[in-house]
Nanobody, 122 residues
Framework: QLVESGGGLVQAGGSLRLSCAAS????????MGWFRQAPGKEREFVAA????????YYTDSVKGRFTISRDNAKNTVYLQMNSLKPEDTAVYYC?????????????????WGQGTQVIVSS
């Protein structure tokens, strides 16, 4: 089970930190990812992290602004979002993969959270 938190309303240029708490399956052996879906758009890849945290991946539009990290002792993955823009507005989903290496496609992930809403006002 994956439970996201930390979403909300923020002004452009502001910051939010999303958290995803995992329970059940061993978290430390799972690659984790963040995806987002804006109204009327398909779900898109945002960031991913390997089981150890040693490898991270980002979509181009968030590089330099977002940082994905994980704390395996707390079974939690984070997405620190800085310099937010109105186009970052979306529902953000946490996902877990039954592999140690992360992927960039939604169908590569096996478990999903319910999502947390992020709204960035201009």
């Amino acid at each position: 089970q994956l439970v996201e938190s930390g979403g909300g309303l923020v002004q452009a240029g502001g910051s939010l930190r999303l958290s995803c708490a995992a329970s059940g399956r061993p978290f430390s052996s799972s690659a984790m990812g963040w995806f987002r879906q804006a109204p009327g758009k398909e779900r898109e890849f945002v960031a991913a992290i390997s089981w150890s945290g040693g490898s991270t991946y980002y979509t181009d539009s968030v590089k330099g602004r977002f940082t994905i990290s994980r704390d395996n002792a707390k079974n939690t993955v984070y997405l620190q979002m800085n310099s937010l823009k109105p186009e970052d507005t979306a529902v953000y989903y946490c996902a877990a993969r039954r592999m140690v290496v992360p992927g960039r496609k939604a169908d590569e992930y096996d478990y999903w959270g319910q999502g947390t809403q992020v709204i960035v006002s201009s």
